[in-house]
């Protein structure tokens, strides 16, 4: 059985896996790309044998990411929320 701290490292691997597949390869980071200057927002389902058993959603405003992360299987799971500022060419800096 899984403890709480496997629990959770493996539920943050999960969405720093999540973030960087699934992070569009058509919008360049780059200084005044509309991909940092402009608020969008993406959501994703996870997925466990064909059910539903959590959700990823990502907003971007600015320079800013707010990530919200929540996975259960039958009532256990992990929940993050997360916020990260972005320098001018994309990368996290706090």
Do not use: W
Request: proline share 4%; glycine share 10%; net charge neutral.
């Amino acid at each position: 059985m899984l403890n709480s701290l496997t629990l959770r490292v493996l539920s943050l691997s999960v969405l720093c896996l999540s973030l960087v597949g699934c992070s569009p390869a058509d919008k360049p980071l780059l200084p005044g790309s509309t991909a940092i200057t402009t608020h969008s927002s993406e959501q994703f389902a996870v997925l466990m044998g064909g059910n539903k058993v959590g959700e990823l959603k990502v907003e971007r405003l600015g320079n800013g990411l707010s990530i919200d992360y929540q996975y259960s299987n039958n009532g256990r799971g992990a929940s993050s929320i997360e916020s990260l500022q972005l320098s001018d060419k994309g990368l996290p800096i706090a």
